[in-house]
């Protein structure tokens, strides 16, 4: 039986759920892989709902994509807002619709909790990606992002 259901992230799916941020972070120029934080980055979402949402999509129990929610307040908005803060696609499964559905998925979840906005950050380097968040209503902002690194362990990539 093909079936395809999009759900809440379990404790249970954290050894998946890492693997598709290995993967990830592979992909994006700011980030190192490293297991051991994802896993405690993950625990720390799963283990605090009012932190945040992951979702996954599921064909026929495996998963195949994650979606990365986390809660926080806009002054500027004036209420709850969310941080899309990773969304990856398994790399054997891309181009299939998956990556679709799960953020449409997200987006209507959004609007039935009254979140105010959904903010993403996307590496400046994949059009792919940017052309894929735009096509789903996200939009170019006047804001530039800039971090300041307080884990040395943490030091982005030259």
Do not use: C, W
Request: aromatic share 8%; hydrophobic share 40%.
């Amino acid at each position: 039986m093909d079936q395809i259901v999009i759900e809440q992230a379990t404790m249970e799916d954290l050894p998946q759920l890492t693997d598709l941020l290995q993967d990830l972070f592979t992909l994006e120029g700011d980030f190192n892989p490293d297991r051991t934080k994802q896993v405690r980055g993950l625990r720390l979402i799963l283990e605090q709902p009012s932190r945040g949402r992951i979702f996954v999509l599921r064909h026929n129990g495996t998963i195949l994509a994650m979606i990365n929610l986390l809660f926080t307040i806009s002054t500027a908005e004036g209420g709850f807002v969310i941080l899309l803060e990773d969304m990856i696609v398994h790399r054997d499964h891309r181009h299939h619709g998956f990556g679709d559905q799960l953020l449409q998925y997200a987006i209507e979840y959004a609007k039935q909790k009254d979140f105010q906005r959904i903010t993403l950050l996307t590496d400046r380097l994949n059009e792919e990606s940017q052309r894929f968040f735009k096509n789903h209503g996200f939009v170019d902002s006047k804001m530039i992002p800039l971090r300041l690194i307080l884990s040395t362990s943490q030091q982005p990539q030259q």
